[in-house]
C-alpha cells in the first residue's frame, strides 16, 4: 500500500498510479486501480513513477517497449502496403518521436456486477494498442454489430488493437473498435496496455489516396490527439468524433438541399 502511494498521481494528471481522473460529478468511474506511466520519448520519462520493485521492472518494460516499436513499425508497414500505399506512409505520421504510454491495471474483484465495470466502453487513443492480459481471469470484450464479444484468455498471447489514430490516417478504412472490461465478482484480473502513438508535435490526417470523389475525407488535421482524447472519455462520447468531418458535411447538405427548395 505504502508501495502504491509512493507513485500516486497528482489529482489532475494522468500519470502515476491511481483510479478514474474525476472531471465531473456526474462521471461514472472504472472499478480498477492502475499505473500509468510515459515510456517514450525518452526524455519524457519521469522515473519517480516507476517502481523500483521488482528490482529489474525499468528494464523489463524498457526492452518491452524497444520490442513493442519495431513490431508498431512492421504492422504499420503491413497495413500501409495491403492498401497498396506507400509502406512508410503511416509511419511518417508517427514522427521523428513517437510516443509510448504503458497502463497496468488491476481490477479488483466486485459482487455488483450490475453496477459497475472494470473499464467503460471506449477505443484507444493510440495509433496501435498492445494487451498482455491477465493469464486465468478474462474481462475483455469488443463491440461487434451491438453485441459484447467476450476475448478468451490465451496465455502469452499479445493482443493487438487499433486506435483511432490509425483510423483517421487510414480515413476509416481501419476502424478502431470499442471495448469494455466487465468485473468479475470473485477474483480480480491484471492486463497491461501499452499504447504506441504518433509524436504529440506531428500533425496527423488520412493519406491523400484514400480519398476521392466516391470515398470522401471524413477525418481533419489532428495534432495531439491524446490530450484531447481524456475529456471526451469521461464523458462517454468517442473522441474521434471531434475530428470527423461527417457533421460539417451534414451542415453543407442542409444548405444545399435548403437553396434547391428556395429555388423551386
Ligand atoms: O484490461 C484489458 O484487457 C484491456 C485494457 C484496455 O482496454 C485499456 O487499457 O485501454
Ligand atoms: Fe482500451
Request: contains cysteine.
Given at each position: 500500500m505504502d508501495e502504491?502511494?509512493?507513485?500516486?498521481?497528482?489529482?489532475?494528471?494522468?500519470?502515476?498510479?491511481?483510479?478514474?481522473?474525476?472531471?465531473?460529478?456526474?462521471?461514472?468511474?472504472?472499478?480498477?486501480?492502475r499505473l500509468y506511466l510515459m515510456v517514450n520519448p525518452e526524455d519524457q520519462r519521469k522515473f519517480t513513477f516507476w517502481p523500483e520493485n521488482p528490482i529489474d521492472f525499468r528494464d523489463i518494460l524498457l526492452k518491452y517497449a524497444m520490442e513493442l516499436s519495431l513490431i508498431t513499425e512492421v504492422i504499420l508497414k503491413a497495413m500501409a502496403k495491403s492498401l497498396n500505399l506507400e509502406d512508410t506512409c503511416f509511419l511518417e505520421q508517427m514522427g521523428e518521436q513517437p510516443a509510448m504510454f504503458a497502463r497496468f491495471n488491476l481490477y479488483p474483484p466486485c459482487p455488483r456486477l450490475d453496477l459497475v465495470l472494470g473499464l467503460k466502453p471506449h477505443a484507444d487513443g493510440s495509433a496501435i494498442t498492445f494487451v498482455l492480459q491477465d493469464k486465468e481471469v478474462?474481462?475483455?470484450?469488443?463491440?461487434?454489430?451491438?453485441?459484447?464479444?467476450?476475448?478468451?484468455?490465451?496465455?502469452?498471447?499479445?493482443?493487438?488493437?487499433?486506435?483511432?489514430?490509425?483510423?483517421?490516417?487510414?480515413?476509416?478504412?481501419?476502424?478502431?473498435?470499442?471495448?469494455?472490461?466487465?468485473?468479475?465478482?470473485?477474483?480480480?484480473?491484471?492486463?497491461?496496455?501499452?499504447?504506441?502513438?504518433?509524436?504529440?508535435?506531428?500533425?496527423?490526417?488520412?493519406?491523400?489516396?484514400?480519398?476521392n470523389d466516391l470515398r470522401p475525407r471524413l477525418y481533419k488535421k489532428v495534432k495531439n490527439y491524446v490530450d484531447t482524447y481524456f475529456q471526451y472519455y469521461q464523458q462517454r462520447k468517442r473522441p474521434i468524433d471531434a475530428v470527423r468531418y461527417e457533421f460539417l458535411y451534414l451542415c453543407l447538405l442542409c444548405i444545399v438541399l435548403v437553396k434547391i427548395r428556395s429555388s423551386i
Open positions: 502504491k502511494h509512493k507513485y500516486s498521481r497528482e489529482a489532475s494528471k494522468i500519470e502515476g498510479c491511481g483510479n478514474d481522473i474525476i472531471f465531473s460529478d456526474h462521471q461514472i468511474l472504472d472499478w480498477t486501480d478474462e474481462g475483455l470484450q469488443f463491440l461487434k454489430d451491438n453485441q459484447w464479444i467476450r476475448v478468451l484468455v490465451i496465455p502469452q498471447a499479445l493482443l493487438i488493437n487499433i486506435g483511432d489514430q490509425v483510423e483517421i490516417m487510414s480515413n476509416g478504412i481501419f476502424k478502431s473498435p470499442v471495448h469494455r472490461v466487465v468485473t468479475n465478482s470473485e477474483r480480480e484480473r491484471i492486463s497491461v496496455a501499452v499504447f504506441s502513438s504518433p509524436d504529440s508535435d506531428k500533425e496527423i490526417e488520412p493519406i491523400g489516396k484514400l480519398f
